[in-house]
């Protein structure tokens, strides 16, 4: 079975993450950040987007009532323009071919992440969707990924787990799967991907299904 991330992996979900960002630095006064700017962070989640925007952590008073103002803008645009990646259709249609099934674990809220997959028309051939707010501790840890192969009933060692963050790869090691790096996701140039641990690391979806021989 292989599992991926949701954000920088499957869909390219940034235009609407940055969008939802600079409403909010809008509302606050301040200039709109280039898309370019933006979109290394849209895997990081609302931290990494508030940071970004706003110069914020979880340590600043504010912001807990910014995360909340941030994720009700992006509940009013999150189906704005959500694109599958490049080969990622034809990557799905390959591995249900091969009976190969598939599912989703990601931290990005139940809240978002079901509609999300819905409008993308994706719900009928997956296996299982696991969310960040599924579980006491969403990814490094690998709680969520050990609820999707309790879902799935497949065990840990047979499956591989892709994303585009350094938290796939330990989420992903730390279940005793095979990870796998997806290199068209949110990479800042800062990040080093190949001293993250993974199994593998690929350029086009197209290498994935080589990888289950």
């Not at 079975?1 to 409403?23: E, H, K, R």
């Not at 091969?98 to 028309?121: Q, Y």
Request: glycine residues 8%; contains cysteine.
């Amino acid at each position: 079975m292989i599992l991926f991330d949701l954000d920088g992996t499957l869909v390219d979900t940034a235009p609407d993450l940055g969008y939802a960002l600079n409403l909010q630095r809008e509302h606050h006064g301040l200039a709109h950040l280039p898309m370019e700017a933006i979109r290394p962070f849209a895997s990081h989640g609302s931290k990494g987007l508030l940071n970004i925007g706003f110069d914020l952590t979880p340590d600043d008073e504010t912001f807990e009532a910014m995360r909340v103002e941030y994720l009700d803008l992006y509940d009013q645009v999150f189906t704005r323009s959500p694109v599958l990646f490049d080969g990622v259709t034809e990557l799905l249609a390959g591995l249900q071919k091969l009976d190969i099934r598939w599912g989703v674990v990601t931290n990005k809220p139940r809240r978002f992440a079901a509609p999300l997959i819905e409008s993308m028309h994706l719900s009928n051939s997956m296996t299982c969707l696991v969310c960040g707010d599924d579980a006491p501790l969403p990814k490094p840890a690998p709680d969520t990924l050990f609820m999707a192969c309790e879902q799935s009933l497949v065990k840990p060692e047979h499956c591989l787990y892709v994303g585009d963050a350094e938290r796939d790869v330990k989420a992903g090691n730390a279940a005793g799967m095979k990870t796998v790096v997806a290199l068209w996701g949110y990479l800042d140039v800062t990040d080093r991907p190949m001293n993250w641990g993974a199994n593998f690391a690929i350029n086009y979806p197209s290498e994935l299904i080589a990888l289950m021989d």
